[in-house]
T-cell receptor, first 116, second 118 residues
Framework: DAGVIQSPRHEVTEMGQEVTLRCKPI?????LFWYRQTMMRGLELLIY????????DSGMPEDRFSAKMPNASFSTLKIQPSEPRDSAVYFC??????????????FGEGSWLTVV | AQTVTQSQPEMSVQEAETVTLSCTYD???????LFWYKQPPSRQMILVIR??????QNATENRFSVNFQKAAKSFSLKISDSQLGDTAMYFC???????????????FGEGTQLTVNP
């Protein structure tokens, strides 16, 4: 089975530009998560969805960040405008609703964002 | 709120030897899951092993095993026959069992950087 697929793997952008990160969860998984990892703050949960509906976005740092999940197989995390402090590795992750996959969160390979 | 503590920021081991990484957690929940994730230099987060709190038997996955002490709230990872490819940051993580809101948040420890030396 294919795992969680993220794109791009690496992105370097200039401050002020819009950044869009994309994610395809594991087929059949009902939950999708966006995490951010930085040296200073470690791994932070930004937002998660259940059946395409945002459940908890309390970790989204500010209005410059937005996330959507238009269907069960696709989600985006957008930063507009980007700032150097947004530089981090952004992970998408998913889990199922029952069974073994229902209690385990599987991560994508991450999108390494650098804002200069 | 749950907390996860990894008290060893760095560890090293010789190839083929055994190493144990420590993790303690704090929770008032009775239904929960514990995980070890590995993050190599590529930054990918890879699931190593999981443990259900209701199971007394310690989980094992090939060279990886855990020592789960529920009363002590301890969850250590043992890596046997260490290989160079085991060099990575290892994160201990906690997730409550349950439904839509409670069972979806992973709490991570600070991580332990493991280096396997040839």
């Amino acid at each position: 089975d294919a795992g969680v697929i993220q794109s791009p793997r690496h992105e370097v952008t200039e401050m002020g530009q819009e950044v869009t990160l994309r994610c395809k969860p594991i087929s059949g998984h009902d939950y999708l998560f966006w995490y951010r990892q930085t040296m200073m703050r470690g791994l932070e949960l930004l937002i998660y969805f259940n059946n395409n509906v945002p459940i908890d976005d309390s970790g989204m740092p500010e209005d410059r960040f937005s996330a959507k999940m238009p269907n069960a197989s696709f989600s985006t995390l957008k930063i507009q405008p980007s700032e150097p402090r947004d530089s981090a590795v952004y992970f998408c992750a998913s889990r199922g609703d029952r069974g073994l996959s229902g209690n385990t969160i599987y991560f994508g390979e991450g999108s390494w964002l650098t804002v200069v | 709120a749950q907390t996860v503590t990894q008290s060893q920021p760095e560890m090293s081991v010789q190839e083929a030897e055994t190493v144990t990484l420590s993790c303690t957690y704090d929770t008032s929940e009775s239904n929960y899951y514990l995980f070890w994730y590995k993050q190599p230099p590529s930054r990918q987060m890879i699931l190593v092993i999981r443990q259900e709190a209701y199971k007394q038997q310690n989980a094992t996955e090939n060279r990886f095993s855990v020592n789960f002490q529920k009363a002590a709230k301890s969850f250590s990872l043992k890596i046997s026959d260490s290989q160079l490819g085991d060099t990575a940051m290892y994160f201990c993580a906690f997730m409550t069992g349950g439904g839509e809101t409670s069972g979806s948040r992973l709490t991570f420890g600070e991580g332990t950087q493991l280096t396997v030396n040839p």
